[in-house]
């Protein structure tokens, strides 16, 4: 690699890196220090230990006076020196020889270690000797010191210590990514830099779509690399720059691109990256990483997830436990109010729930322009099926039934966001890998969009012939309602296959409104009561299957009441908090009373949309039984299985008519209905 090239690698090890060589040098030496350490101790230890006598050897060598001296060390033990005379000749002593090299005994090399239990214990006993011998023993006594034990003791803390240290510090370091410094410089900032000509693999050309975001964030790269051209008219530069929306979208992706694009230093860092174990941290890195970006202005700085921080203040209830992130916070506005327009400094940041920032992070002069990024239309769909299908090795026989045809895929796929298409596209080639297909066909894709809907099927579920039957009933009492009211969503599938945690499932293609009325919700609530009231009608008995439908209705009107004033008890009251700070209180915002009305209306409406679902079903009595017969028989019908029964759907016929002049618009969400299996 060349000289240049290196420099241009993500830059995460500020402050100079530690050689990999250096570190093993370092924990050689320390090896070896504590190995020789270890080895002295134990050499004087064991050599202490190899001669060790008791009194009953000790007396006889006393009587016969075979010692030439006695010394007593540190008054805890005493070594008796044998005189060598008797060493050579008495072959009791055979342990106290030493040879050497030449295998000749050492004179005068041999002692015994004799410890006694107190010093007073062992006077006592040699002046019995003295009085049986009548001759003194004469002691010597010594003070003695192990220099190494010392040296432990004195030091041994102090190695523990740094050691300890020096293990902590590699710990964080890793943690940190290798940056080096590691505890020492945890409050340095962890953003990787890609400093304009480093490639991040990804263009503008890899995200799909999304073209009015695009144009937006080239934008932002425009302020960047022009700057003279908006600040001659006397403009600013804007500061910060949010983007907004659901997961999955390309968000993350987009930021990346800009980095490939910008030919100008891209510092990218998540939002809990700040977030650390000590105090402080947080806002030291804040401070580090606009410090890091101004030397290299003109930049961008990309804060991924920036909810971690940015969340609002005051939130953290009695517990005061977010004063950390609320530093950090108080930070990040302080950085972006202290630099100039005219630093070039742009920060880029991603979230899902911009409604949860704190407001002065959302302010003009911080993050005031908001671009938002949302769930990819039928046309950005194709796109995006585009860029993950030229990895694939498709079915390219478009004269075959499993051609994979990308227009057919995005159709299938309403309401799937980026993140979602990667993933079908993935699990498609799986599912082709599995049943040893040469190459990936329409159908692995449609088992990847069903498993990703509805979870995994589970053909090995055993259902009875009257749980069968049930499921059946109550599936086709969704599919039909649905199908019968213009408010409902028009039905795409029905399947009494059981998949992840439901039974059967019926999935829809929910229009694109921007506006929703009480019909129109009247309608969902009736659809999704359908299921139970088939089961009542045909079987005379309800069941545990419903409970999904029920919870989901019974939110929906929750929400009718209390939210959107569609109750003409209540009236045009609304209790949503937009702020979020009732999520805080512990008192609701209504009296008993309103409390008592709420229950009554969200009861009426949920029996009401019931009562008419059962009324719908009994008039088409007839053809429920036809449509249930069906997928009992097959498992599977899809929306043209219902207009054979049916006929068309309400409002279609005029809306295919304007169809044929305007290019299809799109649906968003495709939503599943998940009846939970029995429960108890
Ligand atoms: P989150 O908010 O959950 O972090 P995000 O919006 O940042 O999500 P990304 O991480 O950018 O989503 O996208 C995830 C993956 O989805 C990408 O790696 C890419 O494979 C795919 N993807 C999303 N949008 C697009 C797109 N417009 N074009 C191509 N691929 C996309």
């Known amino acids: 690699m060349s000289k240049k090239k290196k420099s241009n690698l993500a830059n995460n090890n500020k402050g100079g890196s530690t050689p990999p060589k250096r570190n093993w040098v370092m924990v050689t030496i320390y090896t070896v220090a504590i190995l020789v350490l270890g080895s002295m101790l134990l050499r004087q230890d064991s050599k202490a230990s190899s001669n060790k006598i008791r009194w009953d050897k000790l007396e006889p060598i006393l009587v016969k006076h075979h010692y030439s001296k006695i010394v007593v060390v540190n008054q805890e033990f005493c070594e008796v020196y044998i005189k060598p005379s008797i060493i050579r000749k008495d072959s009791a002593y055979k342990d106290l020889v030493v040879k050497n090299l030449m295998n000749q005994p050492i004179p005068n090399a041999g002692f015994y270690r004799y410890e006694f239990v107190t010093f007073e214990n062992f006077e006592k006993d040699l002046a019995r000797v003295e009085e049986k011998t009548g001759e003194r023993i004469d002691l010597t006594p010594e003070k003695r010191t192990n220099a190494w034990r010392e040296i432990l003791v004195l030091f041994g803390p102090i190695f523990i210590i740094i050691i300890f240290f020096v293990i902590m510090n590699r710990i964080t370091q890793r943690q940190m990514g290798g940056g080096s410094g590691g505890i020492f410089s945890v409050g340095k900032s962890t953003a990787k830099m890609y400093d304009g000509k480093t490639p991040t693999n990804v263009t503008f050309k890899d995200v799909a779509g999304l073209e009015g975001a695009k144009d937006e964030v080239m934008e932002v790269v425009d302020f960047l690399k022009n700057p003279k051209r908006y600040t001659n008219l006397g403009g600013k530069i804007p500061k910060g720059v949010l983007l907004v929306g659901p997961p999955g979208t390309g968000k993350t992706l987009l930021a990346k691109a800009v980095a490939g694009e910008a030919n100008v230093p891209f510092f990218s860092m998540s939002g809990s990256d700040f ?357 009992f028989d097959k498992e599977v019908l899809f929306r043209e299985d219902l207009e054979r029964i049916y006929g068309p759907r309400v409002g279609e016929q005029v809306a295919e008519a304007v169809a044929e002049q305007i290019p299809a618009e799109d649906t968003p969400a495709l939503e599943s209905d998940t009846n939970l299996p029995n429960i108890d």
């Open 275 to 631: 977030v650390e174990m000590f105090v402080g941290v947080g806002a030291s890195r804040v401070r580090d990483l606009f410090e890091e970006a101004k030397k290299k202005s003109p930049c961008i700085i990309f804060i991924d997830e920036i909810d971690a921080v940015g969340r609002a203040r005051g939130r953290a209830g009695l517990s005061n436990a977010n004063d950390e992130r609320e530093n950090t916070l108080n930070q990040l506005l302080t950085e972006m109010d202290g630099f100039s327009s005219g630093t070039n400094i742009i920060v880029l940041a991603a979230t899902n729930r911009a409604e949860i920032l704190d407001p002065a992070l959302l302010r003009a002069g911080r993050f005031d322009r908001q671009i938002h990024v949302e769930l990819p239309s039928l046309e950005e769909r194709k796109a995006i099926f585009d860029v993950h299908l030229r990895k694939l090795k498709l079915n390219k026989d478009n004269t075959s039934e499993e051609y994979v045809d990308r227009d057919f895929l995005a159709k299938q796929t309403p309401g799937f966001s980026g993140a979602d298409i990667a993933n079908v596209c993935n699990e498609a080639a799986l599912c082709a890998a599995r049943k040893d297909h040469k190459s990936i066909g329409r159908q692995d894709f449609l088992d990847a969009v069903d498993r990703i809907v509805g979870g995994l099927e589970k053909r090995g579920k055993v259902l009875t012939d009257v749980e069968k039957r049930t499921v059946a009933f109550h599936e086709s009492g969704h599919a039909s309602v649905s199908w019968l009211l213009e408010g409902a969503d028009p039905l795409v599938k029905v399947t009494i296959v059981p998949r992840g945690q439901a039974l059967g499932a019926a999935w829809y293609l929910p229009d694109e409104r921007q506006l929703t009325t009480y019909e129109q919700m009247f309608d969902k609530m009736t659809s999704l009561m359908a299921g139970r009231a088939a089961e009542e009608i045909f079987f005379g008995k309800v069941g545990t299957g419903a409970l999904s439908d029920i919870e989901r209705a019974t939110k929906m009107a929750q929400s009718m009441v209390v939210y959107y004033g569609m109750s003409p008890e209540l009236g045009n009251v609304s209790f949503y908090d937009s702020t979020g700070q009732a999520d805080m209180t512990f008192t609701k915002p209504f009296s008993e009373k309103t409390a008592e009305i709420i229950d009554k209306e969200v009861r009426r409406m949920v029996e009401e949309a019931y009562a008419r679902a059962k009324q719908i079903i009994s008039d088409h009595r007839s053809q429920m039984e036809q449509l249930a017969g069906q997928l």
